[in-house]
């Protein structure tokens, strides 16, 4: 979701250095993205102290102008003081605002637009502040990633090692999701929605996800009629951007990957239930969801019978995946 404002933070600044500090996983999302010049990541331990200060020291050595901060937290804001960056701006959260030299109002409207907003007028202050002008909020979000050709070659080998005739469609399903099991459209459904693409497609299905989701691509493997191939934890991030670029279509719950699958340039069909699609819909994908009385809720467990995803049937999802995949794109 920060994309699209680290897209204007290079228009607005041309011609600057621009480094993307971030956690070491995070690197294989940008690994070829032509939005800066260098990314210098880090990894946390479990001491944010020590962690503080190794990445001050980092930074501090670059001799930074400007520290544009996404994240919200009171740490981030901590480690650009304490690395001196002169000019530091931040939304004023979590009591940090004396930390940045330029602290950002909340925009009221942090609750019914999309979350790529909230990034792009943080840039849109930046903006202001340096060259007098807005422009910024003027465009249309872009969420678009480069991947390049030797690492799309790679995933192709990636898929045929593991069992992909790359002669068929591949839909990619992700079943999983790391921080919310009401997320989750049930294993049951993905199993029904797998035989269905196999039968009546006779597509190529993969199941993708992080490590952590393995257990439940296992689940859905097991109700599958028609086994699907597993890459669950298989594949490492940068590995995994590589594999959604190279395949027609991503199936999947409110996660992460739902958001690089249309970045990369692929179809993308969530299945949305306690979230807010509102403001945290993938750009450029397509979703379905039932409309209840209590969603969305944001619940990471449901206290009641979870009825947003039960309601959602395989035939369903089954038929808009299809109907997408008629529709042409250029790729």
């Known amino acids: 979701m920060s994309i699209p404002a680290l897209r204007w933070l290079r228009r607005i600044f041309p011609d600057a250095l621009i480094t993307l500090h971030t956690r070491g996983w995070a690197e294989g999302i940008f690994r070829d993205a032509a939005l800066f010049d260098e990314i210098l990541t880090f990894d946390k331990t479990k001491s944010k102290i020590k962690d503080a200060l190794v990445q001050a020291k980092a930074l501090k050595k670059h001799e930074f102008d400007l520290a544009v901060l996404f994240p919200n937290s009171f740490e981030t804001a901590l480690v650009a003081k304490m690395a001196?960056?002169?000019?530091?701006?931040?939304?004023?959260?979590?009591?940090?605002?004396?930390?940045?030299t330029d602290a950002v109002e909340i925009p009221v409207w942090k609750n019914e637009r999309h979350e790529v907003f909230y990034y792009l007028n943080l840039v849109a202050e930046i903006e202001k502040e340096y060259f007098g002008t807005k422009s910024v909020l003027e465009n249309e979000p872009r969420v678009d990633l480069e991947v390049s050709a030797e690492r799309r070659g790679e995933a192709r080998k990636i898929l045929q090692e593991n069992g992909v005739d790359l002669s068929k469609k591949t839909i990619a399903l992700g079943v999983g999701s790391t921080n919310s099991r009401a997320k989750r459209w049930h294993a049951e459904s993905y199993a029904k929605l797998n035989d269905l693409l196999q039968n009546e497609l006779n597509a190529n299905v993969v199941l993708v996800g992080a490590k952590d989701e393995l257990e439940i691509s296992e689940e859905v493997f097991a109700k599958s009629e028609k086994k699907p191939i597993i890459l669950t934890g298989k594949t490492n991030l940068a590995e995994a951007v590589?594999?959604?670029?190279e395949i027609e279509l991503?199936?999947?719950?409110?996660?992460?990957?739902?958001?690089?699958?249309?970045?990369?340039?692929?179809?993308?069909?969530?299945?949305?239930?306690?979230?807010?699609?509102?403001?945290?819909?993938?750009?450029?994908?397509?979703?379905?969801r039932k409309t209840v009385d209590c969603a969305p809720c944001m619940l990471r467990d449901c206290p009641i019978d979870h009825r947003c995803m039960t309601r959602i049937s395989a035939a369903e999802v089954f038929r808009k995946a299809r109907e997408i995949l008629s529709v042409k794109k250029d790729r």
Request: charged share 20%.
């Open 250 to 288: 991503l199936v999947s719950n409110d996660m992460g990957l739902a958001h690089i699958a249309p970045a990369v340039a692929t179809k993308t069909l969530v299945i949305f239930g306690p979230t807010n699609e509102k403001t945290t819909q993938p750009i450029g994908s397509e979703i379905i």
């Open 84 to 100: 001196k960056i002169p000019r530091r701006f931040g939304y004023s959260k979590e009591g940090r605002s004396f930390l940045l």
């Open 242 to 245: 590589a594999v959604l670029s």
